[in-house]
């Protein structure tokens, strides 16, 4: 791995959110409603949050998600699950649902996702050994794989030019960079990126920025890194637990970057593990792509 130096200011670390998650995950933005969304996996909990007026909402779902997307035109989710990928009609209440890209698969689940530039939305599984896979959902709701040989397939984003795809094998400890193809939504020429040592902790959830700088979350470690393009470490931000998870930039000028987390056994139980945090880097995200329907 490159570098190893803080090259920006260390912001300050913001106890946003009492939310005790067992497994806090898969955070979005959603900038029509100014909520950021993510998922309590181990209790399958949707939880939505409000900056500006403080609101909490807690929503019980019928089967653990596992990452989400929005959906264009709607309040939708497209959602990867336990039991595959579907569409959470929040009118309704209703999961619509579309397929499991692994049935029979012991001990497999979908993990993280994302929605690509191009309006899919892409998650990949976790599982024993190295057989996991990334898949991609189309618009017609078609199933594709687009890459196999996975350990844990965890935080992928992409860079703001939609030039490259970013994918985190977490059993690897190592983010991947691929070419990835707007015109036909697919991806090419992967090179590991970025690789942790074994006391550095592990990746986990990734989100990038407008300077397309990675952000990358580390679980065990107690800090999240920004990586520079080439891979190198531009700044290093201690975290108040050891076991954060995934990162999402929010807010209405997507100057925050808010950070998820969990509580382990291992966990002392005076340490806000499970909760909220935020930081405000000095550096703004992008918009949130959302899911295509026909």
């Given at each position: 791995m490159k570098g190893d130096g803080n090259g920006g200011s260390i912001p300050k670390v913001e106890h946003v959110l009492k939310s005790d998650n067992l497994l806090g995950e898969g955070p979005v933005w959603d900038d029509a409603r100014d909520v950021l969304c993510w998922v309590d996996i181990d209790r399958r909990l949707l939880l939505e949050f409000s900056p500006a007026t403080g609101a909490q909402t807690s929503i019980e779902m019928e089967v653990a998600v596992c990452a989400l997307g929005l959906v264009a035109g709607s309040t939708d989710l497209v959602i990867a699950t336990a039991k595959g990928f579907a569409i959470w009609r929040r009118r309704l209440d209703v999961i619509d649902w579309i397929r499991d890209p692994e049935p029979g698969r012991p001990g497999a689940r979908l993990n993280d996702g994302a929605v690509d530039p191009q309006g899919n939305f892409w998650a990949g599984s976790l599982g024993p050994g190295f057989e996991s896979a990334l898949y991609r959902l189309s618009q017609d709701h078609s199933l594709t794989r687009m890459e196999s040989g996975l350990g844990?397939?965890?935080?992928?984003?992409?860079?703001?030019?939609?030039?490259?795809?970013?994918?985190?094998?977490?059993r690897r400890r190592t983010i991947y960079e691929y070419?990835?193809?707007p015109g036909t939504s697919t991806i090419s020429s992967r090179k590991a990126l970025i690789t942790t040592g074994e006391n550095e902790g592990v990746p986990d959830g990734l989100a990038v920025d407008a300077?397309?700088?990675?952000?990358s979350v580390t679980w065990g470690s107690g800090n999240i890194k920004r990586y520079r393009p080439d891979g190198s470490i531009e700044r290093t931000i201690p975290l108040p637990v050891a076991h954060a998870t995934s990162c999402a930039f929010g807010g209405?000028?997507?100057?925050?970057?808010?950070?998820?987390?969990?509580?382990?056994g291992t966990d002392p139980p005076d340490r806000p593990a499970g909760d909220l945090f935020r930081i405000r880097p000095g550096v703004r995200g992008t918009p949130e792509p959302r899911f295509r329907e026909p």
């Amino acid at each position: 791995m490159k570098g190893d130096g803080n090259g920006g200011s260390i912001p300050k670390v913001e106890h946003v959110l009492k939310s005790d998650n067992l497994l806090g995950e898969g955070p979005v933005w959603d900038d029509a409603r100014d909520v950021l969304c993510w998922v309590d996996i181990d209790r399958r909990l949707l939880l939505e949050f409000s900056p500006a007026t403080g609101a909490q909402t807690s929503i019980e779902m019928e089967v653990a998600v596992c990452a989400l997307g929005l959906v264009a035109g709607s309040t939708d989710l497209v959602i990867a699950t336990a039991k595959g990928f579907a569409i959470w009609r929040r009118r309704l209440d209703v999961i619509d649902w579309i397929r499991d890209p692994e049935p029979g698969r012991p001990g497999a689940r979908l993990n993280d996702g994302a929605v690509d530039p191009q309006g899919n939305f892409w998650a990949g599984s976790l599982g024993p050994g190295f057989e996991s896979a990334l898949y991609r959902l189309s618009q017609d709701h078609s199933l594709t794989r687009m890459e196999s040989g996975l350990g844990v397939s965890n935080g992928m984003a992409w860079s703001p030019d939609s030039s490259k795809m970013y994918l985190t094998d977490s059993r690897r400890r190592t983010i991947y960079e691929y070419h990835y193809h707007p015109g036909t939504s697919t991806i090419s020429s992967r090179k590991a990126l970025i690789t942790t040592g074994e006391n550095e902790g592990v990746p986990d959830g990734l989100a990038v920025d407008a300077e397309g700088f990675l952000w990358s979350v580390t679980w065990g470690s107690g800090n999240i890194k920004r990586y520079r393009p080439d891979g190198s470490i531009e700044r290093t931000i201690p975290l108040p637990v050891a076991h954060a998870t995934s990162c999402a930039f929010g807010g209405p000028n997507l100057d925050h970057l808010y950070i998820t987390s969990a509580r382990c056994g291992t966990d002392p139980p005076d340490r806000p593990a499970g909760d909220l945090f935020r930081i405000r880097p000095g550096v703004r995200g992008t918009p949130e792509p959302r899911f295509r329907e026909p």
